[in-house]
């Protein structure tokens, strides 16, 4: 029976049907999306992340590593690549090599030259390594199975290889410094076979099992991002803290790897996800159930005769209870397979445009549970919309006179009380610590203000219409006199505004939130990548990094260091072509003009030396008795982060000429003097007040190269290039004797450094390229962002910031930037330079990382179910006015026979839509834009929110009038349609009926 | 001779599917008062409709005066019809009900609500002039249907069971109200008392036909 | 024997949206077994009001009511509840308003009797052809006619056996032959009855009548011939057709006889 009620009221109850399917969308829909979000986090962060952030390296000296990760299974992890090396210099120790072998190596290198070795002792080496197919290489650490005597193992090359450095079968380890062109350091690495281990022995000075004079074997396990999904997440902290344990229980066992940070990441982010998710589903859960109330309560009320006539039959209450919840919870029931059939499809279809292409989405046991409650919630608002049907008394049906009701200001009063102290709570900072979940908070705003919005504005419309009773009453046409009294008096006035200004409320504010979240992770992408598109490089050297540039059109050179404060060190010039930059980060001026001043106009050459030893010729007055003088000569020594020093000589007054040697660095490659101490030291019982004054004299500086002394050209007597204090009248360098000014550097950067900052506090010094010896910076420019840095920082120019540092720490990321547009072209440059390009990000990466971080994902999620909400808002409010004007249409048909034109009927059906669906929607405009105002400084957008640039939350207005245009249009051309369709509707064959 | 107010040759009328109505030729002089009778589901109401023009005959033709009915809404004005269900707009109160039917007639607005309190008045419901529709009784409702009818004062009111509400004393009212019309009268009832008053009385068997 | 009906000083008051209306005022009133009685009066005179009293849907707001022995005013709902579904049965004005239109005849004459027991209830295809409706048993209520639904819903207030059958204006809405027939089954059911009309020929069909105005018992028509209640206090309506003789508002002398009282116009 229950059945055929519903097919008599069929139209009402497909209504009731498709508003019940929105609760349990809504709230499956979040858990679902979680999930899927969840998965698509692990997978995004892992896919961008370095190789030795998305694995582990396991190496030991004295067992196998593949054997000792064996048991660490899952399914996301591949299987193991294992290797062993061994890192030798070579017979002449000219150069040191790691001998190696990896799993598969083959198939990751492309062969020039040879074959790939296949029996013990073959190698195939790099074409920069010098090696010819055919020669022999033979390392002292390698000798021929026997005696410790034995002969060192020949090894043959039998091929020469390239390899990309960036294949993840070398972990993202720069193995290949020759091949990017270092000259000193390890050579690139001799690949060959596991026998060659096997049959060979490893002649050790000590004891075996020493890490650096053994062969170290080694296993890489990689996780494969395809293949996990949000629930691995534990699985894999656990094999985090397994391995770790590895690593840190035994000596010989080391285990590389920046799994921690990734987590830390991928933690971040999911945290940052979860509040803002459970709060909009939230909100849409509430919406979809106040939707379903009002509507249920027009399928109860509908019924209210046949409840009645149950009750006038003297059916218990229960049983009453029961008929009269009867349909309405069948419908209810029989959303909910619908509901999770339509989460689904949304979500897969969501998961596919905006997540990745790769996921499955599942229906598991918790999102049936929150389709559950969703519909456990629908049924206690059911259970309300239908108690004032069931429980009033049975004689009001038939009665004519209504009773007086109390008017429900109780509810009014509570929600505008609390929407006022949240609001209060929002702007004005809130009394609340606890940061993620304020700024979370913020999002329930929209849906606070929606209703309390919404519960005036529908006491106002019947109030405003009342007031032109009495205008419309002796003036105007019939039409306006209808539609007055109608709005004011009528049953589905209050509940259409309420829905309209609800739902369009969520709406609005979710546009404006995307609206502004979108520029704002544009703006931000656009600062922290600094370029378009940013090739991250092996780390180098400067000149190397200049040369690639300067290979390659379009491009610039760029050295990060992170700090605090950051420096970003580069060729200004070549910076201020290609970095991407608005005029108002700095005070309106472009970026060119402000690096100008960066870079010193000529800036004096640097002292280079190479050679094997270091001649010095100083005139030394007489000292005191019983004081002695050291004269130190510091260095900047390729390869390394600190200065490399020498006592270059002991001045006294019979010596001129002193020699010492240079430190070894220089002999491969030139080295640089930084800077000359004299050290003043008297013997006990020598007073202070006797130690030596005035200075000596360094009139030459030589080097000897090969057996040849070579002059240093050094600028002893040019008092530009040196920064002592006193004068240089006598044809050299003074070497004070004086402590205060016992130093002299050449003057080849100046001190402090001109640099371009934001944010940082004036006074901090930076850490420089080589993050050891903290250099002061004066600030030329301060700016609100820079490109490329992501923190308070300072831009400086990359030579002069070469000049200041001594080396390279690892901490820096050598970056080549790419012009606009010029990416791909650039890429394949690089390439075809032979430059391991190590990480590669564009600005859509960037932007899409925000996206998928848990606050964008949240507000996706938003606006496409707000945006779905707004309709069915939009379609319930129509739909009520059109249901209400129905039952009138025969009143409509009786005044159209009384003789009232169709014209006055037709203006009053569309003014009584058009102001009430306009006014439900203004409200709802106004709610949303309020909201917006109010709320969205406090919505969190990023995961962790960036530093700098300062985020802008003024409101977009395009998209908000767009949205607002549209709904407004849609509301008019809804309430023309419905006005036709009612007054189409108007048969006068319904007066022959009388009405029920 | 004088033209009948109303009036109608050959008609016949279907409702449901079945003709309700069959071959019917009727006059109705200007002022003349005419019951029509016959059991319920005859097609009183059906008829009623037709001789208003809110149907079209699926025979025969109605004339009003001298004009045919069909297509000619404008001719409807000068008819009004008291439906069984009264017809009137639940959320107006009983003189807004009079008042938009009067304005929509063409009285100005003041004239209206003048006329609208003086039928209200003949009708003994002035103290409820100012109470919407669906608070009224089902009686009380029916005589504002009926008020609203003679402030229209058209050529021919037609009107199906005026007084099926009412009691004695309210029946008594409505009929001398009617009657008091100087418009032609067609009376559907069931009512032998309001018959006793008419001039002619046409009786409709459920085969239809005419007496 | 106790009367079917008793109702004693019964007080009905309703508020409005802006007055309190005395609906009924110390209405004093006996129904005996079997009998058969016709409330008559104006329009919201209050019939509909006292109809809702003994049907257990309204409390009195003051004085008392009894059915059978049963006082109704001291029953909780759930006692009222089955006393309605088990004592009473209530026949509404609007055919329409007393089925559920989509349920076939059968159908609602079971509903009905979900309320009650199975000892309680009579055969829903007896009473069907009680009310000769037999022919119709499965077809859609609300496809029935007029006079064949006012028939059904007899039927269904029938279906339990109740003690008092309680009828809102039956016959307003059908015509003079299908309404004789709905008053002429009411009368030949024998049940206890009391039926609200303003039809002349249901008052005639049976046997006692009961004119309320102005919410009290103001006349009483046994087998024919009316009589005026003497109400408490001694207040007196007199019937409309006498108003011309002695005007309402107008004074008038009390001149005592042997068998009652004879007033007379008194000239200011």
Redesign the interface.
């Known amino acids: 029976m229950i059945l055929r009620g519903l097919w008599r009221r069929r139209w009402l109850s497909l209504i009731v049907l498709v508003v019940a399917i929105l609760p349990v969308v809504a709230g499956s829909l979040g858990p679902m999306y979680t999930d899927a979000a969840r998965t698509t986090l692990l997978r995004e962060t892992l896919d961008h992340a370095l190789l030795d952030h998305r694995g582990w390296r396991v190496t030991s000296v004295t067992d196998t590593a593949g054997r000792l990760v064996e048991h660490v299974r899952a399914p996301f992890l591949l299987p193991p690549i294992q290797g062993a090396e061994l890192l030798s210099p070579n017979d002449k120790a000219t150069k040191t090599y790691p001998l190696m072998w990896v799993d598969g190596q083959c198939d990751h290198v492309r062969l020039l030259e040879g074959r790939c070795p296949e029996a013990a002792n073959e190698i195939m080496v790099t074409g920069a390594s010098g090696l010819k197919v055919g020669g022999t290489v033979k390392l002292r650490l390698l000798r021929e199975s026997g005696s410790d005597d034995a002969r060192l193992t020949p090894l043959r090359v039998v091929g020469v290889y390239e390899t990309d450095a960036a294949d993840p079968i070398w972990y993202g380890r720069s193995l290949f410094p020759q091949t990017a062109g270092v000259t000193e350091g390890n050579g690139d690495p001799l690949l060959t076979v596991p026998d060659t281990q096997a049959k060979s022995v490893v002649a050790t000075g000590g004891v075996v099992g020493v890490p650096g004079e053994s062969w170290v074997s080694s296993a890489i396990v990689y996780i494969d991002p395809q293949k996990i999904t949000g629930d691995g997440l534990a699985l894999l902290e656990s094999i985090q803290a397994e391995l770790r344990g590895l690593g840190q229980s035994r000596q010989t066992t080391t285990v590389f790897s920046y799994m921690d940070d990734t987590l830390a990441a991928v933690h971040r982010h999911l945290d940052s996800l979860s509040v803002p998710t459970t709060l909009v589903t939230l909100q849409l859960v509430a919406l979809g159930w106040l939707l379903l109330f009002l509507t249920v309560r027009d399928l109860v009320a509908a019924r209210a005769q046949e409840i009645a006539l149950a009750r006038l039959r003297g059916l218990p209450t229960l049983r009453i209870w029961a008929f009269g919840l009867s349909e309405p919870a069948f419908l209810l029931l029989a959303a909910l397979p619908l509901g999770l059939a339509a989460s689904f499809a949304v979500v897969q279809r969501m998961s596919e445009t905006l997540l990745r292409k790769d996921l499955e989405v599942t229906v598991d046991g918790f999102t049936v549970l929150c389709g559950v409650a969703a519909v456990f919630g629908g049924l206690l608002a059911t259970a309300l919309a239908a108690r004032q049907t069931v429980t009033q008394p049975v004689v009001e049906q038939w009665r004519r006179t209504p009773r007086a009701h109390r008017r429900a200001w109780v509810v009014d009063g509570v929600v505008l009380a609390i929407t006022a102290v949240g609001l209060a709570e929002l702007v004005a900072g809130g009394a609340i610590t606890d940061t993620t979940g304020q700024r979370a908070s913020a999002l329930v705003a929209p849906g606070l203000l929606a209703v309390a919005l919404a519960m005036i504005a529908r006491r106002i419309l019947p109030l405003a219409c009342r007031a032109l009773f009495r205008f419309t009453r002796t003036r105007g046409n019939i039409g306006a006199f209808l539609a007055m009294r109608q709005i004011a008096r009528g049953s589905a006035t209050a509940s259409s505004v309420v829905v309209l200004a609800a739902g369009l409320g969520l709406a609005v504010f979710a546009v404006a939130a995307w609206s502004v979240t979108s520029r704002n992770y544009q703006e931000v992408a656009r600062v922290h990548n600094g370029a378009e598109t940013v090739f991250v490089v092996a780390r180098t050297d400067t000149e190397t990094l200049r040369k690639i540039s300067a290979a390659i059109p379009g491009t610039a050179p760029v050295i990060v260091t992170p700090g605090p404060p950051a420096t970003l060190a580069t060729d200004p010039a070549l910076f201020a072509a290609v970095a991407l930059w608005r005029p108002s980060y700095g005070n309106d001026q472009e970026l060119s003009r402000l690096v100008a001043k960066l870079s010193p106009s000529a800036p004096p050459p640097r002292v280079m030396l190479s050679g094997d030893r270091i001649r010095a010729h100083i005139t030394t007055p007489p000292l005191p008795e019983g004081w002695s003088a050291i004269l130190y000569a510091d260095f900047r020594v390729a390869g390394e982060t600190r200065p490399a020093s020498i006592p270059l000589a002991r001045p006294d007054a019979r010596t001129t000429v002193h020699e010492w040697g240079l430190p070894r660095g220089c002999l491969t490659a030139p080295c640089e003097l930084r800077g000359l101490r004299m050290e003043v030291m008297g013997d006990t019982g020598t007073n202070f007040e006797d130690r030596p004054s005035g200075s000596a004299l360094l009139t030459k500086l030589e080097m000897r190269r090969d057996g040849r002394w070579t002059t240093v050209d050094a600028g002893l007597d040019d008092p530009t290039r040196w920064t002592s204090t006193s004068s240089t009248a006598d044809g050299g360098l003074p070497l004070s004797f004086d402590p205060n000014f016992s130093e002299s550097r050449p003057d080849t950067f100046p001190d402090p450094m001109p640099g371009l900052s934001s944010g940082t506090a004036a006074g901090q010094k930076l850490p420089g390229l080589d993050d050891v010896y903290f250099s002061g910076y004066e600030s030329v420019a301060t700016t609100r962002a820079l490109p490329g840095l992501n923190a308070p920082g300072v831009v400086v120019d990359l030579e002069t910031a070469d000049r200041v540092a001594y080396g390279y720490s690892p901490k820096t990321e050598f970056q080549i930037w790419a012009a606009p547009g010029r990416g791909d072209e650039v890429r394949d440059a690089l390439r075809r330079d032979g430059v391991p390009v190590l990480g590669m990000r564009t600005l859509d990466d960037l932007v899409a990382g925000y996206t998928s971080q848990g606050p964008g994902l949240a507000l996706l999620l938003l606006i496409i179910s707000a945006g779905v909400a707004a309709l069915l808002a939009l379609g319930r409010a129509v739909l009520a006015l059109h249901a209400a004007a129905r039952r009138r249409t025969y009143e409509m048909a009786a005044l159209e026979a009384a003789g009232a034109r169709v014209r006055p009927l037709r203006v009053a059906l569309l003014l009584e839509q058009t102001i009430t669906l306009s006014w439900g929607a203004l409200t709802g405009i106004l709610a949303g834009l309020v909201a917006a105002w109010a709320a969205l400084p406090r919505v969190p957008e990023f995961a962790e929110t960036p530093v700098t640039p300062p985020l802008d939350y003024s409101l977009v207005p395009v998209p908000v009038i767009a949205v607002a245009c549209a709904v407004l249009v849609l509301s008019l051309v809804a309430a023309a349609v419905t006005s036709e369709l009612l007054l189409r509707g108007v048969q006068v064959d319904q007066l022959r009926e009388a009405p029920a | 001779m004088p033209q009948p107010a109303l009036s109608c040759q050959s008609l016949a009328c279907r ?1 449901g599917g079945r003709e309700v109505v069959k071959d019917l030729s009727l006059e109705v002089m200007p002022g003349e008062r005419v019951a029509i009778m ?4 005859s097609g009183k ?2 008829l009623l ?1 037709t001789l ?1 023009g ?2 079209p005959p699926s025979a025969g033709r109605v004339l009003v005066g001298s004009v045919p009915l069909d297509g000619q809404p404008s001719l ?2 000068n008819l ?2 008291v ?10 109160t009983a003189a ?1 009900n009079i ?3 009067l ?3 063409g009285r100005p ?2 004239e209206a ?1 003048a006329e609208a309190a003086d039928v209200l008045g003949r009708m003994r419901l002035t103290p409820y002039a100012d109470h ?1 529709i ?7 409702q029916q005589r504002v249907a009926v008020a ?2 003679l402030a ?1 004062a058209p050529g021919v009111i037609l009107a199906d069971e005026p007084t ?7 029946r008594m009212l409505v009929l001398e109200a009617l009657m008091a019309a100087p418009a032609a009268l067609v009376i559907a009832t ?1 009512d ?1 008392e309001v018959a006793e008053r008419c001039d002619r009385v046409v009786e409709l068997r459920s085969t239809a036909g005419v007496r | 024997m106790t009367p079917a009906v008793r109702c004693d000083g019964v007080v009905q008051i309703y508020k409005t949206k802006e007055i309190e209306v005395v609906a009924l005022r110390d209405i004093d009133l006996v129904i005996e077994e079997g009998e058969s009685v016709a409330f008559l009066g104006p329009s919201g005179a209050g019939k509909s009001t006292l109809l809702w009293l003994l049907a257990g849907l309204l409390r009195p707001s003051a004085g008392r009511l009894w059915l059978g022995t049963t006082e109704i005013g001291k029953l909780g709902p759930r006692a009222l509840d089955r006393l309605r579904a088990a004592d009473i049965g209530v026949v509404l004005q609007n055919p329409a308003r007393n089925l559920i239109p989509y349920a076939t005849a059968v159908q609602n004459v079971t509903f009905a009797q979900r309320a009650v027991g199975r000892r309680g209830r009579r055969p829903a295809g007896d009473l069907l052809d009680r009310v000769g409706l037999t022919g119709v048993r499965d077809k859609p209520a609300g496809r029935l006619s007029g006079g064949e639904q006012q028939r059904l819903a007899v039927a269904v207030a029938l279906a339990n056996r109740p003690r008092l059958l309680l009828a809102d204006e039956p016959t307003s809405q059908l015509d003079a032959a299908t309404g004789q027939a709905v008053i002429e089954l009411i009368r030949d059911l024998g049940e206890t009855s009391v039926v609200v009309t303003h039809d002349v020929r249901v008052s005639e069909a049976t046997g006692r009548t009961v004119t309320i105005r102005d919410g009290r018992i103001g006349a009483e028509g046994r087998g024919g011939e009316d009589f005026v209640v003497i109400g408490r206090e001694g207040a007196v309506q007199l019937p409309p057709e006498y108003h011309e003789l002695l005007p309402p508002g107008s004074m008038a002398r009390v001149e005592p006889l042997p068998d009652g009282v004879v007033l007379r116009r008194a000239e200011p």
């Not at chain 2, 669906?134 to 009686?139: A, K, T, V, Y």
């Open positions: 409702a016959g059991p319920s589901g109401t059906t409709t208003g809110l149907i409807r004005r009004t019809l439906f069984q269900s009264y017809g009137l707009v639940s959320l107006l807004e008042e938009v039917a304005r929509a007639a607005p003041r609500i919407l669906e608070e009224l009784s089902g009686g009380q609203r009818a229209l099926a509400e009412q009691d004695k004393v309210n069931h032998p």
